[in-house]
């Protein structure tokens, strides 16, 4: 008696992206119907996984392989069976699924953003991720949640493509060199299909130094005097910054470059004694002298400008001298 070969049939099955796992039943005719069957797959070539039951049936699993996939879209993934009668009669067909995309949320992750104290705006990226590469997104940010950012400033400009600029909400002038402070607002990714993710934006300012502003000195004395004590005029934004202050009398200025009028007191003033006596100065009239000073922080910025001394003469009582003769 001549043995008939089975007939495999091809079989469909669907399967969602992120679904449970999909049993197919192998389809196959046998003119022989007394025959006993098993059953063997191919999964060369196959994404998904595949698991032969033994029992004429087959498990597909798409093992997260098609989460790319955004709704409405579809990807196929396909395997063969073989089934065998045991009297050397076998065939071979195809097991077609078809994979059907869901909509993934994206997922908004804690973004961190860098800017100096100097620039005080930068340009960032919200740094979110969408498994539905081909979905399209919108960003939202919130300052009244819960950061430090008021919600009554809007300190994000949309670049219109896909980069935000942020304005921080300070100077941070008291900022040192390496020192630092922080804004944080919150961000909304949604999704073409409503799919929303929330998380926060940390904008770290990092301080530099500010140089000191050596300003123009002015210091009085009268003729009959000739020394005072004096504060050389500057200004530091980095209020905890050291100073040191130096002196030039050979820069440009009246007082002679061998000359050392000043005196350091050790708590930040000066003693400055004048290098004449301006005798001749009558009551009201005025002479000056100049030099220039530097201010350096600890940090070595530095600034220079002039300290200007005016005397002021006095009035000088008459000398009587005796007569003779």
Do not use: K
Not at 18 to 47: I, Q
Not at 96 to 123: W, Y
Not at 262 to 269: A, E, K, M, Y
């Amino acid at each position: 008696m001549t043995n008939s070969a089975p007939i495999a049939q091809a079989i469909s099955a669907i399967s969602p992206e992120n679904g449970s796992v999909v049993t197919v039943t192998a389809s196959y005719t046998d003119l022989d119907a007394n025959d006993t069957h098993t059953f063997s797959v191919d999964t060369t070539g196959t994404l998904g996984t595949v698991i032969n039951n033994n029992d004429g049936t087959f498990s597909y699993d798409p093992n997260g392989l098609f989460e790319s996939l955004a709704a409405g879209e579809t990807a196929t993934d396909t395997f063969t069976y073989t089934v065998d009668d045991g009297n050397g009669g076998t065939s071979t067909e195809t097991v077609t699924v078809t994979i059907t995309g869901q909509n993934d949320a994206p997922v908004a992750l804690e973004t961190s953003v860098s800017l100096t104290q100097n620039t005080l705006s930068t340009v960032f990226t919200p740094d979110f991720s969408d498994l539905d590469i081909s979905d399209t997104h919108t960003v939202t940010f919130d300052f009244g949640g819960g950061g430090s950012v008021s919600a009554t400033m809007t300190p994000v400009t949309d670049n219109g493509d896909g980069t935000y600029t942020y304005t921080a909400q300070d100077t941070y002038d008291y900022l040192l060199a390496g020192e630092t402070a922080t804004e944080t607002f919150s961000y909304t990714v949604t999704d073409n299909l409503g799919a929303s993710s929330t998380n926060t934006v940390t904008v770290t300012i990092m301080g530099t130094n500010h140089a000191p502003v050596a300003l123009e000195t002015s210091v009085s004395l009268t003729q009959n005097t000739l020394s005072t004590v004096f504060t050389p005029d500057f200004s530091d934004l980095d209020m905890s910054d050291t100073h040191t202050v130096t002196f030039d009398f050979g820069g440009g200025g009246s007082v002679s470059a061998t000359m050392t009028p000043v005196t350091d007191n050790g708590d930040g003033t000066y003693t400055y004694i004048a290098q004449d006596t301006y005798e001749y100065l009558a009551a009201g009239e005025t002479a000056t002298e100049t030099f220039s000073y530097t201010v350096t922080d600890n940090l070595g910025a530095s600034s220079t400008n002039t300290v200007t001394v005016t005397i002021t003469g006095t009035n000088d009582a008459p000398v009587a001298t005796a007569l003779s003769g």
